[in-house]
């Protein structure tokens, strides 16, 4: 089993950063892929970044392609995803989850994924 918390979520202006945190613990040495999703008020829960446990590759939706960053602290099980030049529309619960198997592709939908943490609000501001 492995556990994950996020952290780092909060009430900015649009246009401002946050810096997001998700600690895993447990069997991290199962980890093959760790993600962040995120699910707006009446929206279906939507894929945002992933990052490959051991290599450090990475892959985002086009959405926040040159605003966020997703990085990992090996030594720490900790996985960031750094989110710049905020708006309206990245107002959402933020999740990470962890996959437990190899995959040849960036798995995007929440099916492929066996662990989730219980999410950390980001509400932008106008």
């Known amino acids: 089993q492995v556990q994950l918390v996020e952290s780092g979520g909060g009430l900015v202006q649009a246009g401002g950063s946050l810096r997001l945190s998700c600690a895993a613990s447990?069997?991290?040495?199962?980890?093959?892929?760790m993600a962040w999703f995120r699910q707006a008020p009446g929206k279906e829960r939507e894929f945002v970044a992933a990052?490959?446990?051991?290599?450090?590759?990475?892959y985002y939706t086009d959405s926040v392609k040159g605003r966020f960053t997703i990085s990992r602290d090996n030594a720490e099980n900790t996985v960031y995803l750094q989110v710049n030049r905020l708006n309206s529309e990245d107002t959402a619960v933020h999740c990470c989850?962890?996959?437990?198997?190899?995959?040849?592709?960036?798995?995007?939908?929440?099916?492929?994924?066996?662990?989730w943490g219980q999410g950390t609000q980001v509400t932008v501001s106008s």
């Open positions: 447990g069997r991290t040495s199962s980890i093959y892929t």
């Open positions: 990052i490959r446990w051991s290599s450090g590759s990475t």
């Open positions: 989850a962890a996959a437990n198997s190899w995959r040849t592709f960036w798995a995007t939908t929440p099916n492929w994924y066996d662990y």
